[in-house]
Each structure stands twice: as C-alpha cells, then as structure tokens.
T-cell receptor, first 109, second 116 residues
C-alpha cells in the first residue's frame, strides 16, 4: 500500500532550527510536496522536490532522497508564526497526491 | 482576487438532509479536487476531475457526488447527511497533470460541515 509517515508533533524554540522528517512509500513517484496549514485554514504550498538534493527558499529548505524514500523540511530562525501543521505529500505514478497526517509544530518563546 | 473560493464557509445541518458546497477557481486550471479533512487532520482525496476524467476514491459513499457545470467550478453534493460526514471539506485545483509532475495544488479556504 501507499504510505506517508511523519511525526505527529514537534516542539521548538523561537529563533532555533527544526527539521521535520517524512518517509514515503508510493506506487511510482513523481515528486514530493510540503504544505503548511495553520489551524482553521487551508493548506498552502511550501515546496516541491523531484530530484535528489536540497532546495532552499528563504528560511525554509526541503531535501529529498529518492533512493531512501525520505524527505525533510528544515525551518531556520523560527518565528512564532511558524506554529502550524506541516503536511508531507507524495505524487504517485497516477499523479495523485498521497498525504501524510501532518506534523504539528509548536514554537515556544 | 481569491484564487480558489468555496461557499459556504460554515454549514450546520440535520441528519438526513441534502446539501451542496460550491467551489470556484479563477486560475484557469484544468483539474479540481475535493478533500475531506477529519478530526485527526488526515487529508483524504474524495474526487479529482478534469474535462476528461472523473476519478473517484472508491471509499467515498455514493451519497457524495461532484457536479461540474464548467471548468472553473466543481460543486459537491451530499445526500442523506450522516453524523460521520462532519468534517472540513477542501476544494483544490491544479494545472493539468504533466510529465513533469508539477502538480501543485491550490486550496480553497475550506467548508466546516457539522451534522447534528
């Protein structure tokens, strides 16, 4: 079956760095997405990786290893507004997004 | 302008009723989706639809049906509502699938459905 695994919850301190991991098993693979979802709001797009390596976008970076079925989202210089759920989703061979349950990130002062 | 809009934002109704949620996108996308997000925050695909193909998640009860009057709209009709239908329903859209797989989806604000 198809599966996405990511931690349920993480806590970090304002100004620090946090890494959210995601492992995936899908029927075929056409890329991996990270979305941010604040409580009560819709998910918003953060990043897309299809090739191995690190993609940097400001304070956020996303990494992919296709051979390991693994990705992470790295958030630097954490701000209180980064408190949200972070959803990992893999695009399978039918171009359907398979979603993880999300990682709730709590930022403390 | 809102890229993907849904109405209503909140919907409270009695068991057994029939209701609809509307979705519109002004991005010129070819594919639209409906998701259900339950209390555990899993996003579950219900339907994906473009002008060529409707793909239905086989676990979705046939009480749920998508209606697309045109490319910019995909409405969700729900018949005989049940308590377990209470959830947040998200509409999303993306460009038509390509070999590059850049299928970034843009979400509407969600509709919180409460069935009493």
């Amino acid at each position: 079956g198809q599966n996405i695994d990511q931690p349920t919850e993480m806590t970090a301190t304002e100004g620090a760095i946090v890494q959210i991991n995601c492992t995936y098993q899908t029927s075929g693979f056409n890329g991996l997405f990270w979305y941010q979802q604040h409580a009560g709001e819709a998910p918003t797009f953060l990043s897309y990786n299809v090739l191995d390596g690190l993609e940097e976008k400001g304070r956020f970076s996303s990494f992919l290893s296709r051979s390991k079925g693994y990705s992470y989202l790295l958030l630097k210089e954490l701000q209180m507004k980064d408190s949200a759920s972070y959803l990992c989703a893999a695009l399978d061979s039918n171009y359907q997004l398979i979603w993880g349950a999300g990682t709730k990130l709590i930022i403390k002062p | 302008d809102t890229a993907v809009s849904q109405t209503p934002k909140y919907l409270v109704t009695q068991m057994g009723n029939d209701k609809s949620i509307k979705c519109e996108q002004n991005l010129g996308h070819d594919t639209m989706y409906w998701y259900k997000q339950d209390s555990k925050k899993f996003l579950k695909i219900m339907f994906s639809y473009n002008n060529k193909e409707l793909i239905i998640n086989e676990t979705v009860p046939n009480r749920f049906s998508p209606k697309s009057p045109d490319k910019a709209h995909l409405n969700l009709h729900i018949n005989s509502l049940e308590l377990g239908d209470s959830a947040v329903y998200f509409c999303a859209s993306s460009q038509e699938r390509s070999d590059w797989g850049t299928d970034t989806q843009y979400f509407g604000p969600g509709t919180r459905l409460t069935v009493l």
